[in-house]
């Protein structure tokens, strides 16, 4: 929907509304957070579609766009897109294009078929860099056909999560923690979910806030994800992290 919005910024869309996005019970529809003060995987990608330079693909003609809801102009920034399929080779070349971006507006780089060579569900990966290189977005579609492609998913090749966790800091009434998750299969790791656990009980630490989450990893690649929560939520002061993926086992990392 706020993919949608930005494909039509300030020609028949000025705003969008997320209705009945607190539920008063579990819903699989709508939901951005759950009752329990759980953080869904809608949210990220609510989130995503919502930053301020953002990098997306229509989903019908593939055109790969740069979105810039921003007061400034963005100068000399590349589009990226890379195909995947789930054992994370890479189909084709990269593409790659160069371009300015308006104030609050939008520039297409060019478009990444959806070919007939092409396996009927595979990633595409898209970045946004500024001119200097570093990073502004990266976005992952899994492309497919009829829905019913999308078992490939059940057959891919399980993979292992690790994660390293960093020191935790304090602020105030709050507690900050960096946690790098890694892919170390040969196979993409799909929807890797981050968990804040009380390390002594195993209990969920509610809320905890996290800069990224539901994260496809392609082999070997690594993120960084900030993760925050109420001093008071984590009874112990022990964190742990629980990372899963739809093709690995949950593991357990303690700090």
Not at 1 to 30: I, Q, R
Not at 48 to 74: I, S
Not at 216 to 232: H, N, Q
Request: proline letters at 4%; aromatic letters at 10%; glycine letters at 6%.
């Amino acid at each position: 929907m706020f993919e949608a919005w930005n494909a039509n910024l300030w020609k028949d869309a000025s705003g969008l509304m997320l209705w009945m996005s607190h539920p008063a019970w579990p819903s699989t529809v709508w939901q951005t957070y759950d009752y329990d003060f759980d953080v869904n995987g809608t949210y990220y990608g609510a989130r995503k579609a919502c930053e301020p330079f953002h990098v997306r693909a229509d989903p019908q003609k593939w055109e790969v766009t740069a979105v810039n809801h921003t007061a400034r102009d963005l100068k000399g920034v590349t589009v990226t897109a890379g195909l995947h399929d789930l054992s994370g080779r890479l189909l084709g070349s990269t593409r790659r294009a160069k371009l300015d971006v308006a104030p609050s507006t939008t520039a297409i780089a060019f478009t990444a078929a959806f070919g007939a060579d092409l396996p009927d569900l595979h990633l595409l990966r898209l970045s946004l860099e500024d001119s200097k290189g570093r990073p502004l977005s990266q976005n992952t579609y899994w492309r497919y056909r009829e829905t019913a492609d999308m078992r490939a998913l059940n057959k891919t090749r399980a993979v292992r999560i690790t994660a390293d966790l960093g020191h935790v800091s304090r602020s105030g009434a709050r507690r900050t923690m960096t946690a790098t998750v890694r892919n170390r299969r040969a196979a993409v790791a799909s929807m890797v979910r981050l968990s804040l656990l009380d390390a002594q009980n195993g209990r969920r630490v509610l809320p905890t806030l996290y800069s990224d989450n539901y994260l496809w990893l392609l082999p070997g690649e690594s993120r960084t994800v900030t993760l925050s929560w109420p001093a008071d939520a984590l009874h112990s002061g022990r964190p742990a992290l629980r990372t899963e993926a739809y093709n690995s086992a949950r593991t357990l990392t303690r700090a």
